[in-house]
C-alpha cells in the first residue's frame, strides 16, 4: 500500500507536464524521477547525425489558445497540453472557420476525446480538439495563437545501473515523451521504477540491471548510437516496458525478434506453468515500442517488449481517455510482481558450467549422496527419503547437463520443475564449488 | 501464335535428324537451333577422359535395311531412324529367322510402336521393330545390312549466355541425343528457346542465365569436366529441361539432391500459392535425367528438373509413338509461360542487405512513412490509407529481416504475399538505396 | 548348447566368490575370466587420485559371524558372502539386541531375502540377514565378528581388443563387483565374453572392439582417468552389458546422453524393422550403471547401456533372489545373439565416401549397369530384372549420398532396406574401389 501511495502522488505529479521528444517537459519528468533512483541525465546535441537521423530541435511551447468568432476560448493549453498539435511551429494568425478546419485533429468515432497527435519532422501547426466541439465551431474569424519556439539544445536520456555479479547485462527501457497521457506513458517509467527498488533489495544479482529512459524512437535509436556496441557485447536479456496498466488480467509480451532468446524461452516457460499470466505475440517490425530499434537488422538484440494493455486493446490510446483512472495504479503493482518474479527466473536460466565434469562427482563426501546403498535406510522417514532422492536427482541432471550446451532453463524443462525450485540446488552445488554460472552473451 | 508457328516449322525440320550421342546428328541439330540463339558450339575430342568415363566415337549411320526370305523390306532407316539399334556396329549378314530374333527389338505391350534402343558402350548390332511386325516374320533366310562407321571426331555441347546484374548464375539445360522423338527430346531445347527470348527482353535480369545443350549423361558429364568448378562458384540454381510436352495440366518439377535450395522452395511456394501448378517430385538418384550428374556426389550443384509429362507417366516413351501430336507445340508455350513466371519469381526471392541497418531508417524523410502521427488523417480516403499502411509494414518488415539471415521468399513467407507483390517495395528501396541484393552462390 | 554348458560351468565357478569393488575377490574373478579371453589386467594403486575420487583400500574378508544369545549362528560368511554388509570394518563385540538392530540391514516386503548392501566410503560394519529371521531374533546378548581388514593395495580392471580395419573404437564394457549375484553381476561379463568369441570369429572387423571388466562406478571413473582421452578420440559407439538375463522377452537399450548417436539410430531403425527387439529407454544421470561415467558432461562418449531385465523390473534386485534360475543361460544367449546382430548392422551403418563423385561412375563397363538402353531385354527372366534393377538403385543412391554428409543407415532408411540387406551391395562397391569406409569419431 505504501509503495501505491508513493507511485500516485509520482504520478500527480508527472502527469500534467507537457512533453516532447526534446525540450524541457521530458528533461524535468527525467529530473523528477532522478530524485526517486538514481538516474544519470545524458545530452546529444540538436543536429546531431544518429545514425541515419538527426536530432531535432527541443521544442519549447509557453501559451496557446483558440479563440472563436464570439471570443469564445475553444482551447487552451494553459488547461490541456494535449489540445496543441505536438511540436506545433508559432502562429498567430486570423482565419476562417474552412481554412481553421485543415488545422484541427479529432476522432469522429470518439466524440468527446481529445487526440494526441504529432509532428516531429515536418513543420506543421494545428489543434485537437473533441469531435463533437469540432462539430459545434459556428462559422467566422478565428484567432489562432501558439506561443512555442524552437531552439538549439539537448535531446535527454537517463540510466541508472544496477551491478550485479557478472557484467552481462539485462536491460529495461522505457520512455517519456507523451504529454498528459497514463497507461501509454507514465505506466512504463513508474513500473521501472519499482523493479528499480525490487532489484536493489535483492540479495544477489547474477547479472547487471540497466535502466533506460528517454524519448520513444529518436531517444532508442539516439541511445544506441551511444550504447549500442556496449550492448550487443554485454547484453543478455531486456524488455521495452510500456503500457503496463489497463484492465486486462494478463501482461502481454512481444517477443524479441529472434524469437527464441532465453528471455523468450523463460517467458514462455513460466507462463505454461502457471508461474505468470502472460498472453504471448510474435515480434512484428511494423508496430510496437522501441524494441523495433533494439531490434533492427544491424542490432538484433535479444530485446522483448512487455505491456499489458496494449494498442489496439483499448479506445484510450493516443487520446485523453487514457488517463490515471484508465490505467490504475493497483495495475502497476501487479505488473512490476510478475516481471519481478519473471526476472528472478531469467536469473536462473543461464548456462552453468559443471566444474567436476569428468564422471560424476564424489557427492557422498560433500553429505550429497548417501553412503550407504540400502534399500533399508530406517534412519530417515519414507518422505524425508523421497525428498532427498528427489534433491539428488536434480543435482546429477544439473551436473550431467551443465556442459555448456545445455541452459538451466532445458534442465528445469527436462526434470518438469520450476526454476524457483531449482535456485536452492544450484546454490548448493555453488556453494561446494562445484558449479559455475557462465551467463551467455 | 506466331511463337507457335515458329516453333513447330522448327520442330518439322530438327526431328527427322538421326541425332545420337556424336555425330554428325546431334551437331547438325545444334547448328539449326544456333541459328535461333547464339549458341556457340564446342567440342571435345574422342578418347578424352571425362571423370569416370571417355568420349566413345562418332556414330555415322548412312543406311541400314533388313530384308526377308521373300524379298521383304522389314526395316529401311531411310523411312526410319528409329529402325536401327541406335550406335550399331555396321554388319552385312545372311541368317537365319532364329538367329536374327536375338539382335531384334520391340514392344509386346504396345505391338505397333517401334522401340527406341541404344548400345552406346557394349559394339552390338540390332533392328528396332514394332511386335506385331516380329510376330508376322516368316521362318527363312534374313539380310542384314547396317552401313556404319565409328569414327574419331567429337561430342558436341553448345551454350549460350544471357548477361544480368549480377555473375551469379541460374544454369538451363536439356538434351539432344535422340533421333526421331518428341516430348522427350524436342521439347526440352525448344522450350529453352522461348525461354532465352522472353528472358532477353525482359528490362532487368538480377542473375546471369547460361543455357546448355548436349547428349544426356556423358554430355553433362563431359560439360561438367570443364565448367563444374566455374558453376561450383556461381550457381544460384538450375533446372534441366525436359519431357515439357504431352496432355499433363500441370508442371512437373523434381527438387535438386539438397531439396531445400532457394528455387526448390520458390517452386514449392508459388505453387502453394496457385501462381504456378507444378507437380513436385522428390530427387532421386535412379532415375531422371541430367540432374543426376549436376547433383552427384562431387558437384551437388542446386539443380532441379522441370517437366510436364514424364516418364512412366505416357506410353510414348522410348518408342515411335513420341511423336508432334503427342507432344504439342501448345503445351510447349504453356510449358514457357510457367516457367518464365517462376524465374520472375524467383529472381526476387534471394538475399538482399538492409544498407541502413541500424535502428530504422528515416522513412518519413524519404516520403515514406507518415510525418503526421494522427488517426484522423484526413487528407486521403480510408482505402488509400490502408494500401499506404500495407506499403509501410512490407517496407518495414522487407528493412528488418534483409539482416544476412533470411531470403526475401521466408519474407514473403512471412507476409503472406507473393514475390511479384514484392518487387515494387524492393525496387523502391534499392532506389533510395536502403536495399542491395546480395545474391547467395 | 555347447556354449550354455561353458558359460553354466563358468558361472558355477564366479558366482561363490566374494568380489568388492578392491581386494582379491574381483583380482581372482578377472583372473578366471582371463582364461577365456585374452584380458590384460591393469592395477591403480590404493590412494590414487582418480578424477574427484580416490582409490580405495582392498578389503580382505576372512570370516564373519553373528551368534545369539544361546549360541545360535544368524549369520556366517562361509555359508553366504551377502550376509556381511560389504566393505564392513573388522568387529569383535557383544551387544545387546536393541544396539545391534541399528547394524542390521534387511527388507521388510521380502521378508526372505537377504539384501546385498555396501558402504564403500564410509566406515561400518553390518550384517544383512532376511526379514524374518531378524523379526525372530531372542532379545540378549549376541556377539558378532567380522575378520576382516583394509590394505593398500590395487585397484583392478582388465581389458582385451580385438583389432578390426580401423583404429575407430566400439567399447564393451561391464562390472564385477558384486558378490555372490547373477542378473545384477555375471550375467554382463558372460555375455561380454560370449560377444568377444562370436566377434572373433567374424571375417571382417570394420571396427576394433574393445573390452573392459572393472568394479562399477569407481572402476569406470579410473578406467576413464586412464583412456578417456583416447576413448575421446576413437570410439565410434558402445555400451554397458549390464542385467542382461531375466525373464524379459526384449532387450532393454538405454540411450547415450546425446540420444542421437550413430548407435542410438541403429537400435532404434533395427528395432523399427523387427531384426532386434529392443525396448528404448532415454538417457537419464541419476540412475544406471557406467553409462553415467562415460557420459558425464566433460566426457560425453557415444555409449549406451544394453540390458534386458532391470532395476525396478524384478523384486532380486540387489538381493539374494538374484541367483542363476532367475538369470537364466539361455537369457544370456539370446541377448549375445541380439547384441551381435546389432553390431552387424553398425558395422553398415557409418559414413562411407563415393571415390567416384564427379557425376556418376560408368557401371557398365563394371558390369553394374545395362548396356543395353531397352523396355525388353529377353535375356533374362521378369524376376531377375526387378532384382537386377533394385541392385541398381541401391548402388546408384549409395553412390549419390556417400557424400560425407549421409551416414549408410540414413541411406538404408531412404531405401526402406536393411544394413543387412546393403551389406553386399556395399562390399561391391568396396571391390570396385568406388567406395571407402570413413568411419567418424
Known amino acids: 500500500m505504501e509503495e501505491a501511495g508513493e507511485l500516485s502522488a509520482l504520478f500527480d505529479r508527472l502527469f500534467p507536464i507537457c512533453r516532447s521528444i526534446c525540450g524541457p517537459g521530458i528533461r524535468e519528468s527525467l529530473q523528477l524521477l532522478a ?6 541525465i545524458s545530452g546529444i546535441l540538436t543536429g546531431t547525425r544518429v545514425f541515419d537521423w538527426k536530432v531535432p530541435p527541443e521544442w519549447h511551447i509557453r501559451a496557446a489558445t483558440l479563440c472563436g468568432p ?8 494553459a488547461r490541456s497540453n494535449l489540445c496543441v498539435l505536438n511540436f506545433s511551429e508559432p502562429v498567430d494568425i486570423e482565419l476562417d472557420r474552412e481554412e481553421l478546419l485543415s488545422h484541427l485533429h479529432y476522432i469522429p468515432e470518439l466524440p468527446g476525446a481529445t487526440p494526441y497527435v504529432t509532428s516531429y519532422y515536418r513543420r506543421r501547426w494545428g489543434f485537437c480538439l473533441p469531435h463533437e466541439l469540432v462539430c459545434s465551431l459556428p462559422p467566422g474569424r ?47 517509467p513508474l513500473v521501472m521504477l519499482s ?19 528517454g524519448p520513444e524512437t529518436i ?40 524469437q527464441n532468446t532465453l528471455l523468450d524461452q523463460v517467458v ?28 533492427s537488422a544491424g542490432f538484433n538484440l535479444p530485446m522483448g517488449q512487455m505491456a499489458r494493455t496494449v494498442y489496439g486493446e483499448y479506445a484510450g490510446y493516443h487520446n485523453s481517455l487514457d488517463d490515471k483512472e484508465f490505467m490504475g495504479i493497483a495495475a502497476l503493482i501487479q505488473s512490476a510482481d510478475q516481471i519481478e518474479r ?14 567436476c565434469p569428468f564422471g560424476e562427482p564424489q557427492l557422498g563426501r560433500r553429505d550429497l549422496y548417501p553412503t550407504l546403498n540400502s534399500h533399508a535406510n530406517r534412519e530417515k522417514s519414507c518422505d524425508s527419503l523421497a525428498d532427498q532422492r528427489e534433491m539428488l536427482n536434480q543435482m546429477l541432471t544439473i551436473l550431467s547437463y551443465s556442459d555448456g550446451e545445455h ?19 544450484i546454490a548448493r552445488l555453488e556453494q561446494q564449488q562445484l558449479l559455475l554460472h557462465r551467463p551467455d552473451a
Not at 530524485?35 to 544519470?40: H, T
Not at 471570443?71 to 493549453?77: M, Q, R, S
Not at 531517444?219 to 503496463?244: D, F, Q
Not at 519473471?342 to 566444474?355: M, Q
Request: proline share 3%; charged share 25%; glycine share 8%.
Open 35 to 40: 530524485k526517486e533512483m538514481p538516474l544519470r
Open 70 to 77: 464570439d471570443g469564445t476560448l475553444y482551447a487552451d493549453f
Open 142 to 188: 478565428y484567432r489562432a495563437r501558439i506561443d512555442s519556439e524552437f531552439r538549439d539544445g539537448e535531446l535527454n536520456y537517463a540510466e541508472a545501473v544496477l551491478p550485479g555479479d557478472s557484467d552481462r547485462e539485462f536491460l529495461l527501457t522505457s520512455y517519456l515523451c507523451h504529454p498528459s497521457l497514463a497507461n501509454n506513458e507514465l505506466s512504463g
Open 195 to 213: 523493479l528499480y527498488r525490487r532489484l536493489s533489495a535483492w540479495k544477489r544479482r547474477r547479472f547487471t540491471y540497466r535502466f533506460v529512459l
Open 219 to 258: 531517444g532508442s535509436i539516439a541511445y544506441l548510437s551511444v550504447m549500442g556496441e556496449h550492448l550487443r557485447r554485454h547484453m543478455v536479456g531486456g524488455m521495452v516496458l510500456t503500457c503496463l496498466g489497463g484492465p486486462a488480467s494478463e501482461l502481454s509480451y512481444k517477443t524479441s525478434k529472434r
Open 268 to 295: 514462455e516457460y513460466m507462463n505454461e506453468r502457471g508461474e505468470i499470466a502472460v498472453r504471448i505475440r510474435a515480434f512484428t517490425p511494423t508496430t510496437g515500442s522501441d524494441e523495433r530499434q533494439y531490434c
Open 342 to 355: 519473471l526476472l528472478a527466473g531469467f536469473e536462473e536460466a543461464g548456462t552453468f558450467t559443471n566444474l
Open 407 to 425: 541452459t538451466m532453463l532445458s534442465i528445469a524443462r527436462r526434470l518438469g520443475c520450476s526454476l524457483r525450485d531449482l535456485a536452492p540446488r
